[in-house]
């Protein structure tokens, strides 16, 4: 393992403690070096973990789980000890779907009635708090799932592109993505996680089973560095710059200025995986989307998210 | 074999087209963007995905509806071949099998989609040499033009400065020359202010 840690990233705010570190110093204050890397799915981000192609990654917490159970790929024995973030996940719904007044369940039944194809819904991908948040708010609207509309997956940044030309009506996915879909006038946040399903886990930040992964005093520094990261990107005093940061073309670009609103929605937040919320999400994993049996992924599920000894 | 190529470069995928076109039989289809329909219409065996298309994560999704049902290559090259996946990921390539295609037929494919990644990021990095050297010889030239001008030195002379400056500071002589050009600016416009 060279000296130099490599990190991928995809573009969502809650990469924020990532950025913060590698650009205020935080890395470097513990002697780390790292370099990140912007990626553009999360399938590529799993894969090169799993190969050793990035030494750590911000990434999906079910998908961190659904990996070390070996779905869509070799079983890897990556890691997430700690969170990045809580809240900034939301549910966007075309504006479309207004006009009549009608509720989702109306819509549902008056397509079926038209001969029209399903409402379309599309989330981040399947293992994915997103997944879960919109099907259980399908179903707690009165909609199911899983036979009334049709749910598809689509890279965060172009949610806003298919709901404006059709092809979805509306889409789970990550800040500042809902509300640069709000602000071009396509579209209206219409739940939060924050309060559909306060303090669930959504980012974490893995680790590859690399040598690294033996470095205990290597993985400490970087926890505490995306710790430190994350304290600086809460201060209310430091939001401009943040917006700076974020807004770097290696970053996210321009939309992390014109939705930086969106900021409000997320808490940063670098601590262990709360327990309690292991187990709701092993049990919506469970129930949306399967990679393995109930034993092993609660089992899986105790080995990714432990806190580093 | 039907084959998909959905890479957001279109350059590059008429590389791996031409590639292809030396294996087996084949039918190739390019998408810069993934379309389902049009996936689905086109019944592919194998779908050969660039690691940064964003559309990785939708293809994969479609693992989960019955009519399509790609496999990632990864999943079952990695038992029989190892070594074969990694490469893959690193290359910047990933493919996925729709159907009961056998490994073997599938390696030849993933083999010419991971050369011709290559070749195009050797080309990418040739360009990207050719530009910088001819942006250095220019400035090796302006900055000669300068010291010949403002020290009335030769050609020769100002060249042997240049090179001088740039064992000294252990600096490329385009890199020495820029800086040269750059504080001449500077001191130009001080004087002009």
Request: aromatic share 4%; net charge negative.
């Amino acid at each position: 393992m060279a000296d130099h840690l490599l990190f991928g990233f995809l573009p969502l705010f809650d990469a924020a403690p990532l950025i913060v570190a590698k650009d205020k110093g935080f890395f470097s204050a513990r002697d780390l070096k790292v370099d990140l890397r912007r990626e553009a799915s999360w399938a590529t981000v799993r894969d090169k973990l799993a190969v050793g192609a990035l030494d750590g990654a911000h990434l999906l917490a079910p998908l961190a789980l659904a990996a070390r159970l070996g779905d869509a790929s070799e079983p890897n024995r990556l890691i997430a000890p700690v969170t990045l973030n809580e809240g900034g996940a939301a549910i966007t719904l075309s504006r479309r779907l207004e006009v009549d007044g009608l509720t989702l369940p109306q819509h549902v039944a008056g397509r079926r009635e038209a001969g029209l194809g399903p409402l379309t819904f599309a989330v981040v991908y399947p293992h994915a708090l997103h997944n879960y948040l919109l099907r259980d708010w399908l179903a707690a609207a009165g909609v199911d799932p899983v036979n009334d509309v049709r749910i598809t997956v689509a890279p965060p940044a172009r949610m806003g592109e298919l709901l404006e030309c059709g092809a979805i009506d509306g889409f789970c996915a990550g800040e500042p993505w809902n509300l640069a879909a709000q602000a071009s006038g396509v579209a209206k946040v219409a739940a939060r996680a924050s309060q559909l399903q306060p303090g669930a886990l959504d980012k974490v930040f893995a680790f590859a089973d690399s040598p690294l992964q033996r470095q205990s005093d290597r993985l400490a520094a970087v926890v505490a560095a995306l710790e430190d990261a994350a304290a600086w990107a809460r201060h209310p005093a430091n939001r401009a710059e943040l917006v700076c940061l974020l807004s770097t073309p290696e970053a996210l670009g321009p939309v992390a200025t014109t939705a930086s609103a969106a900021l409000d929605e997320i808490r940063f937040a670098v601590a262990q995986a709360p327990p309690q919320a292991v187990a709701r999400q092993t049990e919506q994993m469970l129930r949306w989307g399967a990679a393995a049996g109930p034993e092993q992924t609660v089992e899986a599920a105790s080995q990714v998210f432990a806190p580093l000894t | 074999m039907r084959v998909l190529i959905v890479d957001p470069d279109p350059a590059r995928a008429a590389l791996v087209i031409e590639g292809l076109g030396g294996v087996q039989p084949l039918q190739v289809r390019h998408l810069t963007v993934l379309d389902e329909q049009e996936a689905v219409a086109f019944g592919p065996d194998v779908v050969v995905v660039a690691a940064d298309s964003p559309d990785r994560d939708t293809l994969e999704s479609l693992r989960e509806s019955s009519h399509a049902n790609p496999r990632p290559v990864v999943m079952f090259v990695d038992r029989s071949e190892p070594g074969l996946a990694e490469e893959a990921v690193r290359a910047g390539v990933a493919a996925y099998v729709v159907g009961g295609l056998a490994p073997a037929r599938v390696r030849p494919v993933l083999e010419v989609a991971m050369s011709r990644f290559a070749l195009m990021n050797q080309l990418r990095l040739d360009l990207e040499k050719a530009k910088a050297d001819l942006a250095s010889r220019k400035s090796v030239e302006r900055a000669k033009a300068l010291l010949m001008r403002e020290r009335g030195l030769d050609e020769e002379a100002a060249y042997r400065l240049l090179r001088k400056l740039s064992m000294d500071k252990g600096r490329p002589l385009g890199a020495v020359a820029a800086d040269l050009l750059a504080f001449a600016d500077i001191l130009k416009g001080e004087a002009d202010g």
